[in-house]
């Protein structure tokens, strides 16, 4: 019988499906259009712009400290670091000598940014594969980063804190102890991820050998971050371009060769407790110190074009200012991480099937509003 | 910073164009200026080099070096700039343009490569998709935003606005009286 059924006249056809604009797997309203033929996949061909807000145009005719808090709006989990972009080209083109307390202060909050980024990712991520604890997990340790930000920023996730020459005010007196109480608290909590999912044997047949990413694909789609990193290319951007005060600090690239979805994974955990080791450093010895130095109320950038690039828990982001001496850029384009990173996701996910595909997804990390820019 | 100084760079780069005088780049030059045009015909190999008001080696290369520029920088041993990190359109008020970062991962080495034309009705590049993958994505997003077209691209078309939407918003002379509130 069973061969009658396999030789009958059943023909695969393909056909499309949508997933998205609203899936709980995009993350956001992402529009992917599916080619599949059976549950094999022949083409991911994602549809943007759904929340694009052409930031790009709207900074055209915003002054510079204005452009800073549009920034916080593209990938809203690295706001502190797309703001930080900002600032540092425009610092750099107007060549301030920035205060050591303001670099040190910087790569903390900085760092203390990533790992609220990738506990809410290693959260999430967990539950696309169908883990739910692992939301409740990350959320309950980012929620103690959000208060530290809170009480110094005065904003949990749009945070503003840095402007063109400093930071806006000083920091808050209970930051150093509130910072390493977290640590002690998170050293003790990031072992437990790795017993609830990394270990996991149905989490790691699902994670490994899929959505395979070579060097030179990573290279050539312009991966960065996590996603480069998990296929061995070296492309953290705090080691080969390094800004604020990452030349000062000892830490480790984390790099996998193997390109897979859970080198991806594994890349992302170890980061975090790179993260921990550089933040454990600088605690203990932020330089006294004004927390700005004075500008112009009215920045006016010199003739000419500045590129700075930093690296966002996303990836590389580049921000390209082109300006003609007024006080707004001519052009101002964000190399947003995400943007490129998505660019991939057809590549990795042809063969595949669509449950591959959510975990290809998962971590390539993607914030919609980084790439709908 | 390890790999080539800008010195170096350029004069591999000049080495691959012999100073052949194109016919189009006298043409225009003598469009723009006719003095320059007697002056120094001979420089012209179609690429202008310069530093000034960058923290990068830019190049100015004409629309019809710019794919065999490319395969050059990304092939050759010497260059090889095998990461293309920022892929910017540009509209330069007269002339529209693309601008491409590129870096080498191995040599650690940063070039700047511009490109703009003056027809504003059908600006045309070459696409660079088959040199650097991330060009596909980046390309549609210029030509989104600034109608610029690519030759040999796979799919060019709008990627975050509707096929219907009318002009191109990133464009300087872009008019939406509802939407762009002007200061």
């Keep these: 019988m069973e061969t009658t059924i396999a030789n009958s006249n059943f023909k695969s056809e393909e056909y499309f499906i949508n997933m998205g604009p609203q899936h709980p797997a995009t993350h956001g309203v992402l529009r992917l259009l599916l080619t599949i033929d059976g549950e094999i996949i022949k083409k991911v061909e994602p549809d943007l712009g759904y929340i694009h807000r052409s930031i790009e145009k709207m900074c055209e005719r915003d002054s ?6 549009l920034t916080d709006r593209m990938d809203y989990l690295s706001s502190h670091i797309n703001n930080e972009a900002v600032c540092l080209t425009v610092e750099n083109a107007l060549q301030l000598e920035i205060p050591d307390r303001v670099k040190v202060i910087r790569t903390i909050i ?15 991520m967990g539950m696309d594969v169908g883990a739910l604890t692992t939301y409740f997990y990350g959320f309950r340790d980012r929620e103690m980063i959000n208060d530290i930000f809170e009480e110094t920023c005065g904003a949990r996730l749009t945070m503003n804190y840095n402007i063109p020459g400093g930071l806006m005010f000083d920091i808050h007196p209970n930051f150093v102890k509130r910072t390493k109480d977290f640590i002690k608290h998170f050293k003790t909590k990031l072992p437990e991820y790795d017993t609830l999912l990394t270990g996991n044997v149905i989490f790691q047949k699902r994670m490994k050998g899929v959505g395979i990413l070579s060097k030179e694909d990573a290279i050539s789609f312009g991966a960065s971050g996590p996603v480069g990193r998990g296929s061995g290319y070296s492309c953290d951007v705090r080691k080969h371009h390094p800004y604020s005060a990452y030349d000062k600090v000892s830490f480790n690239e984390v790099l996998r060769t193997e390109g897979d979805t859970f080198a991806r ?14 933040i454990e450093q600088l605690i203990d010895n932020i330089p006294e110190g004004d927390h700005q130095v004075a500008t112009n109320a009215v920045i006016k950038l010199p003739k000419g074009e500045y590129y700075e690039r930093v690296e966002t828990a996303r990836g590389e982001l580049g921000v390209y200012i082109i300006s003609t ?10 190399r947003s991480p995400g943007f490129s990173n998505l660019s991939l996701l057809n590549h990795i996910a042809v063969g595949g099937k669509i449950g591959d595909l959510v975990a290809s997804m998962a971590t390539l990390d993607l914030v919609i509003p980084d790439i709908d820019r | 910073m390890i790999g080539m100084t800008n010195e170096e760079l350029q ?28 002056k120094e015909p001979e420089s012209t190999n179609g690429l202008e080099f310069t530093e000034e008001g960058s923290q990068f080696l830019n190049i100015t290369v004409q629309p019809e070096l710019l794919y065999q ?22 509209d330069w008020e007269i002339t529209l343009g693309v601008v491409y970062h590129l870096e080498s991962t191995d040599h650690r080495h940063i070039v700047v490569v511009k490109v703009h034309t003056e027809d504003r009705e059908n600006p045309t590049f070459d696409s660079v998709y088959d040199i650097w993958s991330t060009a596909e994505f980046h390309e549609r997003e210029v030509f989104d935003f600034f109608g610029i077209k690519f030759n040999n691209h796979p799919n060019l078309k709008r990627l975050f606005l509707t096929d219907e939407w009318d002009g191109y918003p990133l464009r300087k002379d872009y008019v939406d009286e509802i939407n762009m509130v002007i200061k």
Excluded at chain 1, 110 to 124: K, Y
Excluded at chain 1, 265 to 278: D, P, T
């Design chain 1, 64 to 69: 510079y400290q204005q452009i800073v808090h």
């Design chain 1, 110 to 124: 900085g760092e203390l940014t990533r790992i609220a980024s990738h506990t809410l990712w290693w959260g999430v």
């Design chain 1, 265 to 278: 994974y594994s890349v992302r955990i170890q980061e975090m407790w790179e993260s921990m080791a550089i």
């Design chain 1, 325 to 334: 001496g007024t006080k707004n850029p001519y052009r101002l384009k964000f």
């Design chain 2, 11 to 38: 004069k591999i780069i000049n080495s691959w164009f012999p100073s052949s005088i194109s016919t189009t780049k006298v043409t225009e030059v003598s469009v723009e200026n006719e003095i320059s045009e007697t």
């Design chain 2, 69 to 90: 520029l490319m395969s050059q920088l990304k092939n050759n041993k010497e260059t090889h700039f095998d990461y293309l990190f920022c892929l910017s359109g540009v």
